[in-house]
């Protein structure tokens, strides 16, 4: 008799349904440890693990196109998300991590050809100052951070954060004493400025007097290696962007900027110079230089040419040596 009151399937709405009013009762009750808020914490872990399995699929079978929009349309409809983010906290770390996954699929999934996470993002953009604050609790930051970089795949998204005064905080996050912390901040800093080139650009033209004040001073200028390293390649990575040429052509226009950068160049890491070089040659290539510009480069000429005849790359690479001849052409030309 038992086999003909068998339970109907559930469906992926189901699964998002229940989990929502999980999610509720979680957010609503103190962080007791009675019998019944233990069982429920247990059943949201258990469903949050269901809804990644219907998002990535599992050893057995692949995702279900159809299953994935239901899903993501149901997460979507309501406060789903803005429940998962806030009680992410509460969770353990495998429901953590489940969560984080899930949130970052669902930033992919289309639903009529609509990405719809972005649209619910925009509406609720707030979210994102729960994910950034996140770079300051050392057991949400990763979580929290893997999230906000899927989210800034969005453009409005991104551009919501980095016209916010959030922006600032980065520079402090990236040099945080936690290694891994630092390392998603400045990942996280890296998409920001680099995935939506017109935005960027903008950002870049209307915030450039703070924005490379901070950068110079706090990383460019560093007293920690990997930060040095990281911001010089991530500068060359922007101002080589077609996208930022007028940033560009202003940045290789000032004489501190020059001379942090010279102070690069004699860096004892070889992969720091190497990238100072790649940001150097742009002052060195500009047909318009200032003349404060040209007064220091010529004052160092005999330097930088000493410098250039010994600079090698540890692999042979043709592009590197011929913007080498090119800046040492540039330099030697040079007349005070």
Request: proline share 2%; aromatic share 8%.
């Amino acid at each position: 008799m038992k086999g003909l009151f068998k339970s109907k399937p559930r469906t992926p709405v189901d699964i998002v349904r229940q989990t929502r009013d999980l999610l509720i009762y979680v957010g609503r009750s103190a962080d007791s440890r009675d019998a019944k808020r233990e069982e429920k914490m247990a059943d949201l872990f258990k469903h949050i693990r269901e809804l990644k399995c219907i998002l990535y699929g599992n050893s057995e079978s692949e995702p279900v196109s159809e299953a994935c929009q239901q899903l993501t349309q149901e997460f979507f409809r309501e406060n789903t998300l803005r429940l998962l983010i806030t009680c992410l906290p509460k969770l353990n770390l495998e429901a953590r991590k489940d969560a984080t996954q899930v949130v970052a699929n669902l930033q992919r999934q289309q639903v009529n050809s609509r990405l719809i996470a972005s649209d619910y993002l925009e509406a609720n953009i707030d979210l994102m100052d729960v994910l950034i604050a996140g770079y300051e609790n050392t057991d949400m930051a990763l979580h929290y951070g893997a999230m906000l970089r899927e989210c800034i795949r969005h453009q409005t998204v991104a551009r919501y954060v980095l016209e916010s005064q959030h922006m600032k905080k980065f520079f402090d996050y990236i040099q945080l004493p936690n290694f891994d912390i630092a390392a998603d901040a400045a990942a996280t800093f890296k998409e920001l400025l680099t995935r939506h080139k017109s935005t960027v650009a903008e950002f870049l033209s209307r915030n450039y007097d703070w924005f490379f004040a901070e950068y110079n001073s706090k990383l460019l200028e560093s007293s920690n290696y990997i930060t040095r390293r990281q911001a010089v390649k991530l500068l060359g990575d922007i101002l080589l962007d077609r996208s930022n040429s007028a940033v560009m052509t202003r940045y290789v226009s000032s004489r501190d900027n020059l001379r942090i950068l010279m102070n690069l160049l004699r860096e004892s890491s070889k992969s720091i110079q190497i990238e100072a070089f790649h940001v150097f040659k742009l002052f060195a290539a500009n047909q318009n230089k200032p003349p404060d510009i040209v007064s220091i480069l010529v004052a160092n000429k005999s330097k930088l040419l000493r410098l250039f005849a010994d600079f090698k790359t540890d692999k042979e690479d043709e592009q590197f040596e011929a913007d080498k001849a090119q800046v040492v052409k540039e330099i030697a030309s040079l007349e005070p």
